[in-house]
């Protein structure tokens, strides 16, 4: 039995692990590379097995970095289980509806206007078929995937219904355990749960390392200078403008835009959700009080977390249009978060040179992205094939990252040692996946010094169990 790493591997886009138990291939996640776009189409072309091989999907999350190929799969023929959270799938429903409808349309745009001819990776009827695939499991509770393999999904507080996995896998008398972190999130994130590390030890821990040579600023220092923000661009005239993915971002912000503006922190400006997969997001997370975190006081306060006098939703591409020519003080909240595509590039190319407003970045910026130029105030953005001056102020929040810092990264896997490992072997084997190499050469020298056997693997390596 192996484990082959296929996406995010010394990359943060594409996660996508391949277990090999005896004659039985599992996938852990299939996700979508993003980036540059003639490099990430090459990718995510490129199935990581051929689909007749493939028995069985466990997905931990439903961003599209984690679950965007899946449909591709479909398309291809993939006729197995896809194992998720119920969270999970009805976030699916509506991510991967939105993916395919963003591929059509590029490739219409490329037909129209290059002279290119370029199939869409996936269309949206392969994403509806693929939520025909997907199968439901609560948390904590073991089901089995394949022969020789069975799987247990525990709260990984990254996202609505995000799950790290513990594995079991047996092969005639080989018996080992896997454990998947999935994105991990940190503890104190509104709405979501605090992550729960599998309660049984590992073999092998596949983790992510996204931030993996930083600390974050603390949960509750964010929502002040969130505040504060606000305070001082309704005070300019200006417009907030947040590029924010769909899920669990804009949820979050929306979280304590309404906790602020009921301590009286900010002023009653509109706040927009321009982005119809924000808007239909919402309403999932809506859906799904059971997995909210009921120790916090909104939750057990009010149960219309998002909606509230301030909100205003933008769905019809005219009302979003509009708002680029409405006067006063707004927050704008937008896809995508990298801003790479969707209508925050919009209200960017109207807004970024502009000195009254703000451009607040709130997430991770891969390389090569919109948004990670913005973070390093290049003086000239490029948007839509035009050069847009940057003479909005730049505000970055780290304490709104949805993934664990080195620091929650290494006590989530602390406990994971913690839980032991089937008879009594060594330490468990750490593959640092889902990271840049900085962050995940500096994580790997910090649990190294812990005690932790670490490796980094790239695209294509394999480990035998």
């Known amino acids: ?122 269309r949206v009827e392969d994403a509806t078929q693929t939520l025909e695939r997907m199968i439901s499991m609560p948390y904590r509770k073991w089901f089995d995937v394949t022969d020789g393999v069975r799987a247990m999904f525990t709260e990984a507080g990254h996202i ?107 002023p009653d400006i509109p706040v927009y959700i321009d982005s119809p997969l924000a808007t239909n997001a919402t309403a999932v997370f809506a859906m799904h009080p059971e997995a909210y975190d009921h120790s916090e006081a909104l939750v057990r306060r009010d149960p219309n977390l998002f909606d509230f006098p301030m909100v205003q939703f933008t769905r019809d591409v005219n009302e979003s249009k509009r708002l680029n020519s409405m006067p006063g003080p707004m927050i704008i909240i937008a896809a995508s978060g990298m801003a790479e595509s969707g209508r925050i590039l919009h209200h960017l190319r109207y807004g970024a ?46 304490g709104y990252s949805a993934h664990a810092d080195r620091h929650e990264l290494h006590r989530w896997l602390q ?3 913690q839980n032991g490992v089937p008879d009594g072997r060594p330490r468990p084997h750490v593959m640092l996946v889902h990271g840049e190499p900085p962050a995940q050469e500096a994580f790997a020298e910090q649990l190294r010094d812990d005690g932790f056997r670490v490796d980094i693997p790239a695209p294509g390596d394999r480990m035998t169990l």
């Open 1 to 122: 039995m192996h484990i082959e790493f296929s996406g995010a591997a010394q990359e943060v886009t594409g996660s996508c692990h391949i277990l090999r138990v005896g004659k039985r291939t599992v996938l852990l996640d299939c996700g979508l590379f993003q980036g540059k776009r003639s490099e990430s189409r090459a990718k995510n072309q490129h199935l990581p097995v051929p689909v007749d091989e493939i028995d069985a999907i466990i997905l931990s999350h439903a961003h599209i970095d984690h679950a965007g190929r899946l449909p591709y799969l479909v398309a291809q023929g993939y006729k197995g289980s896809i194992w998720a959270t119920s969270a999970t799938r009805d976030l699916c429903a509506i991510m991967l509806a939105d993916s395919a409808n963003i591929q059509e349309k590029d490739a219409d745009f490329l037909a129209r206007h290059r002279d290119e001819h370029i199939e869409p990776l996936y």
């Open 160 to 266: 609505l219904g995000s799950a790290s996995v513990a594995l079991e896998v047996r092969e005639g008398d080989t018996f080992r355990r896997v454990v998947f972190s999935g994105d991990v999130g940190r503890c104190g994130l509104p709405i979501i749960r605090d992550p729960e590390p599998p309660p049984l030890g590992a073999d092998v821990v596949i983790c992510e390392s996204t931030y993996g040579n930083r600390d974050h600023e603390s949960v509750e220092g964010a929502r002040d200078q969130l505040g504060q923000v606000v305070r001082d661009t309704a005070a300019r005239g200006g417009r907030v403008l947040i590029p924010a993915f769909a899920v669990g971002r804009t949820q979050e912000l929306l979280y304590d835009l309404h906790q602020l503006r009921h301590d009286g922190k900010i």
């Open 353 to 398: 040179s502009d000195p009254r407003n703000t451009i607040l970045i709130v997430g991770f910026m891969a390389e090569h992205t919109l948004g990670r130029r913005i973070v390093e105030q290049r003086p000239v953005l490029r948007i839509f094939g035009e050069e847009v001056s940057l003479a909005a102020s730049v505000e970055i929040l780290n």
């Open 415 to 417: 406990a994971v040692r």
